[in-house]
């Protein structure tokens, strides 16, 4: 049976690598989510390629049983950008975390999303560096304490999303490393999706970081926000709710009809196609001010630079004919140098 015809397992996406990340690390229910996910969906080993930089969770290619490629220091978007421009059929996935994909690989992760490549991204964020022993990172809360930061970052964050959507991604989400369900959920239209793939995970290091999202996981219910399209931004059993104040101020509302309290009718209705505008607004929405989103922020469809590039040498081929490689390399001003050293 080919593997066209066969319908694939978890197991069948299980390299036979043992998998080494430390007790407890968020990546190992990322690792089963995208495996199970993506049997689910009848992927193609021979052509699923995942690329990853410098990190722990840039292991992630020696689990997979595709192809992949384990490369060099936040360079895994420009690997990936020209696998996929020269090899459009493959379905190319990029892991990368908050260190290797924002700070040493911040210019790389700019222009892959604003050219609208064709990459599903998927950025690990634990506000931390695990693999060089817990150094602060550019997603590390103000005060963090870290070997390189004894006495606490005085840096002010980076907010993944708002890079994600400033840089022009047209596919944004946030999900938890251990919600499997939203995740897959999400992996199944980040799947679908033609272009600019950005997925945030909130990862925990149990290590360098243990408990940085702890509130946000264990109460969903009151740190959380739920996307759901059509419906309105409510939080805390549907007691809560977020509404714009003076000057597009993002507020929370206590939900209801009594004295105080702010009418269903009037609390923000989440849309993933809705003004970048909007998808911005979301992605403000931090802890500790804000219950965090989570899901689907923002989605939009436009060419991708793959579909442009192919558009632009068909035109050239049709205007001037298939270039001669020879004829060009003997153009303009060259020589050639005889035996005796002279030119001609």
């Not at 080494?20 to 229910?29: N, T």
């Not at 849309?271 to 219950?291: C, H, I, K, M, W």
């Not at 793959?306 to 020879?326: I, K, M, S, Y």
């Amino acid at each position: 049976m080919t593997e066209a015809l066969k319908k694939l397992t978890k197991k069948d996406l299980e390299s036979d690598q043992d998998v080494r990340w430390c007790p407890g690390c968020g990546d190992y229910a990322i690792l089963a989510t995208v495996q199970r996910t993506l049997a689910q969906l009848g992927i193609k080993r021979e052509t699923t390629v995942f690329i990853s930089g410098i990190g722990c969770s840039s292991r992630f290619p020696y689990y997979m049983n595709t192809y992949g490629f384990h490369t060099i220091h936040g360079r895994a978007p420009a690997i990936a950008s020209g696998l996929k421009i020269t090899r459009p059929e493959l379905d190319v996935w990029v892991i990368t975390g908050d260190g290797d994909g924002l700070s040493i690989g911040g210019n790389h992760m700019i222009h892959a999303l604003r050219r609208n490549m064709d990459l599903k991204i998927l950025l690990f964020n634990n506000q931390i560096y695990g693999l060089t022993k817990g150094q602060y990172s550019p997603t590390s809360a103000m005060g963090t304490r870290a070997p390189s930061t004894p006495t606490g970052s005085i840096d002010h964050p980076l907010n993944p999303i708002s890079l994600a959507l400033g840089s022009g991604a047209t596919f944004v989400a946030r999900a938890a490393d251990t919600d499997a369900k939203l995740l897959g959920g999400i992996l199944q239209e980040a799947y679908k999706h033609k272009g600019a793939v950005f997925i945030e995970l909130l990862q925990n290091c149990p290590v360098f970081n243990d408990g940085v999202w702890e509130g946000v996981k264990e109460d969903p219910a009151g740190k959380q926000i739920a996307l759901v399209e059509g419906k309105p931004l409510v939080f805390a059993g549907g007691a809560k709710g977020i509404a714009i104040g003076p000057g597009l101020v993002p507020q929370i509302v206590d939900v209801g009809d009594g004295p105080g309290k702010t009418p269903l009718s009037e609390i923000l209705v989440h849309t993933e196609r809705g003004s970048a505008l909007y998808a911005n607004l979301l992605a403000q929405l931090v802890q500790p001010d804000f219950p965090i989103p989570m899901g689907i922020l923002y989605r939009h469809d436009k060419p991708t630079y793959g579909d442009l590039a192919a558009h632009q040498v068909e035109d050239a081929v049709t205007r001037a004919g298939r270039g001669d490689l020879n004829k060009l390399m003997y153009s303009g001003m060259v020589w050639e140098v005889g035996a005796d050293g002279t030119r001609h």
